[in-house]
């Protein structure tokens, strides 16, 4: 696996000691000396956020200084925002240096050398601030399309906050977006992406699971005609809920968190086979799967639907995507499936139009595997050249808003891109994957597990013309809703026995809200 990374002792002790500091203060500010460390023995020891009956605020009301519940910040020492903002962005940030030094290496043009070392001294600047918790300043006028969307939130709400002190999702998306700003201000690297050797590299070591999947669905799965119908149907709900658990635990290893797993533990949180699936289900701690079954059905009863996609990673979780997507295809609950990705490099491993490009392409024409068989190989090309032709049918459709790589929250959709809300609101069935996404689809807050999922989304689930929402989401941060009415119970009794169960990706959550048909009016209030 890949190394650990830190950076210099000098930069990284004195951001520690003011990161610890400005918690026992209560403060999101950073102190001017690193070295002044209080003796707070006295004051309340930390606790956990606390919900009154003051929450959650009404809808009306919320914003991103007033979140629906408390919101995660990376001070919240007792949350995975702290160790991420401490730990995990310096870490991440500082292999993406390492990339691209190797990049440098394998230059030999003077103009392309000077341009990316001034690339790599943006980097280290940006290594500093996230060390000394800097104030968030404005993006820079980069000609990228979402500038106005990020300076207006940092101006209107989030002036004078710090990495840390800022809530959680919206600083460490920030940090995402300083980072393309790296490269989108020089002249030969612009879309240079510092996680691509990762990306690709992670699936040429998923072989196991990758052809397991590919010896399955090359071939068209149909049902003989002579089949009773009652059976077939079954049959293919037994199928249906398969590939929805494979398409939920394909996200299971995103590259961020895979700093410290080894190749072992990746290919068990990969497995597929039938056992496996049926005793992680289990796992599935808020589970819609009946009610997403009903919701395929009557869309096949309709003569197929639009469903929509909106990307998480990269690699292995997109070809699972890709596998659930073409069965939805062929058994036609989906006339056209539309994809939602990233327009430039997010959170480490989230899918670009370029990795989209690289895995189809890869399948048809790519010699990434080497011990396999030519019955694996063709098996992995006939799927792939099946894909492109859905892409060129116009049956799958990649989209790249520039919503996706804001720091807004999904709460804001309808507000801050009514012209994505639109789109998505003519969709059957919207699945949103992966953990990122279920953050911002809840504002990432610390609401409590028994909220019901159709709540805790908000305006995507009440404003008129809201889609009918699915999270698809193997739980990998705090943020824990829609687990029913013992919900509470069932987190407390997790934080007990398990510490850490809301971070290691072991359980997930199906989560399907009705949506909202009708007339999309004042998409401005
Ligand atoms: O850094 C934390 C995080 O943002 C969490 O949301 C999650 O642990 C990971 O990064 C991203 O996960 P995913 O790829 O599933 O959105
Ligand atoms: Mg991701």
New binding site residues.
């Given amino acids: 696996m890949t190394s650990e990374y830190f950076p210099p002792t000098a930069t990284r002790l004195p951001f520690l000691e003011r990161a610890a500091n400005t918690t026992r203060l209560h403060s999101g500010e950073p102190l001017l000396s690193p070295r002044i460390v209080l003796s707070l023995g006295n004051l309340p020891r930390k606790r956990e956020i606390t919900i009154d009956s003051n929450w959650p605020m009404s809808p009306s009301k919320v914003n991103p200084e007033n979140p629906p519940w408390p919101v995660f910040r990376g001070y919240h020492e007792f949350s ?1 925002a702290h160790a ?1 903002m401490g730990h ?1 962005l310096p870490t991440i940030l500082g292999k993406g240096i390492d990339d691209v030094i190797r990049t440098l290496n394998d230059q030999s043009g003077e103009d392309e050398i000077i341009d990316l070392v001034a690339c790599i001294e943006r980097m280290n600047i940006l290594m500093a601030e996230l060390s000394e918790n800097a104030t968030l300043r404005p993006i820079v006028d980069d000609d990228e399309a979402d500038v106005t969307l990020w300076n207006k939130e940092i101006a209107k709400h989030f002036q004078g906050r710090t990495f840390m002190s800022a809530p959680w999702v919206f600083a ?1 998306a920030y940090k995402y977006r300083r980072l393309r700003e790296c490269f989108s201000v020089s002249k030969y690297w612009k879309d240079y992406d510092v996680f691509f050797r990762q990306k690709c590299d992670t699936f040429s070591r998923s072989q196991e699971a990758v052809f397991e999947l590919s010896m399955r669905f090359a071939e068209v799965n149909q049902l003989p005609a002579e089949m009773d119908e009652q059976i077939a149907v079954e049959k293919e709900r037994l199928m249906f809920h398969e590939l929805t658990q494979i398409c939920l635990w394909g ?1 299971s290893t ?1 590259l ?2 895979l700093i410290d797993m080894t190749e072992e533990q990746i290919k068990s949180l990969q497995s597929t086979g039938g056992d496996h699936l049926a005793s992680t289900e289990k796992n599935i701690l808020g589970n819609d799967l009946p009610q997403l079954w009903d919701t395929v059905k009557a869309l096949k009863a309709a003569g197929g639907g639009r469903i929509d996609f909106v990307l ?2 990269a690699g292995f979780e997109l070809y699972c995507d890709f596998v659930y997507a073409d069965f939805l295809i062929q058994s036609g609950f989906a006339k056209e499936v539309r994809f939602h990705g990233k327009r430039y490099p997010w ?1 480490v ?2 899918v670009t139009r370029k990795d989209w490009n690289w895995l189809l392409n890869t399948m048809v024409y790519g010699q990434l595997f080497d011990k396999v068989s030519d019955q694996e190989r063709r098996s992995l090309k006939k799927l792939g050249m099946r894909w492109k032709e859905y892409e060129k049918q116009g049956k799958w459709i990649y989209e790249q808003h520039p919503f996706w790589c804001s720091g807004w929250t999904f709460w804001e959709l309808h507000s801050e891109a009514p012209d994505l809300f639109l789109h998505l609101s003519r969709s059957d069935l919207v699945f949103f994957k ?4 279920h ?1 911002k689809l809840t504002y990432d807050c610390a609401a409590p597990a028994s909220t019901p999922f159709e709540k805790a989304i908000g305006p995507m689930a009440s404003k008129d013309g809201a889609p009918k929402v699915c999270s698809l ?2 739980i ?2 705090d943020v824990v809703v829609g687990l029913g009415e013992g919900g509470d119970g069932t987190a407390k009794r997790l934080d007990k026995e398990e510490p850490g169960w809301k ?1 290691s990706g072991k359980y997930a959550v199906v989560l399907l809200s009705p949506g909202k048909p009708g007339k999309i009016v004042d998409l401005k209030s």
């Fill in positions: 995975f991420t995990r460490e996200n995103d961020s968190l998480d990673n959170f491993s989230d992966g953990d990122l996404n953050r989401r193997t990998k941060s971070i």
